[in-house]
């Protein structure tokens, strides 16, 4: 069974420039996650899609971070304008149902804003 | 909004010594789950544990849920250096959807 891809799993950028990351879940998951792991924290949930719902954004910065997952298989986070503080990694997760089940965790991006 | 402690932040052990991490929510838990997160990795599922007071082990690993599901435990028994990493308790609220982390327990293991 193939994990959650990632990509890309690194990226550096310039502050107030923009930058996306691409996530493909397992297979037959229905549940789809994105989370903040600033170093040496643990990881904060961004977004949380129920096939190509929302179920929960209210720690989604909504003024710079964006995400969607059209067809409720793959996803993207977006982030316009990019901060200092946005530095961390950024993990896709998914599971088969909700907060019940366990999450599978992708490799993750690690962004750095210069 | 609900927060999830745990301690000790860090834990430097001794190959063969054992190691316990908690977890403490500040609101009623249905259920809580624990992750491990090598060094340059990515947290990988443990267990999960729903039932008041329940215990599970896994091998070297007991994990357990306390009564008031308030509050969780990992100890690990005769730690070795495969077990170095953070390890991240995760807990959702009896009211809620959501899976607040901890800030995790890192461990370290000297051979």
């Known amino acids: 069974e193939a994990g959650v891809a990632q990509s890309p799993r690194y990226k550096i950028i310039e502050k107030r420039q923009s930058v996306a990351f691409w996530c493909n879940p397992i297979s037959g998951h229905a549940t789809l996650y994105w989370y903040q792991q600033i170093l040496g924290q643990g990881p904060k949930l961004l977004i949380q899609f129920q096939n190509n719902g929302v179920v929960d954004d209210s720690q989604l910065p909504k003024d710079r971070f964006s995400a969607e997952r059209l067809k409720g298989v793959d996803s993207t986070l977006k982030i316009q304008p990019a901060k200092l503080e946005d530095s961390a990694v950024y993990l896709c997760a998914s599971s088969l149902g909700g907060n019940s089940y366990e999450q599978y965790f992708g490799p993750g991006t690690r962004l750095t804003v210069t | ?111």
């Open chain 2, 1 to 111: 909004g609900q927060q999830v402690m745990q301690i000790p932040q860090y834990q430097h052990v001794q190959e063969g010594e054992d190691f316990t991490t908690y977890c403490n929510s500040s609101t009623t838990l249905s259920n809580i789950q624990w992750y491990k997160q090598r060094p340059g990795g990515h947290p990988v599922f443990l267990i999960q544990l729903v039932k008041s007071g329940e215990v599970k082990k896994q091998k070297r690993l007991t994990f357990q849920f306390g009564e008031a599901k308030k509050n969780s435990s990992l100890h690990i028994t005769a730690t070795q250096t495969t077990d170095v990493g953070t390890y991240f308790c995760a807990g959702k609220e009896t009211s809620g959807s959501r899976l607040t982390f901890g800030e995790g327990t890192q461990l370290t293991v000297n051979p």
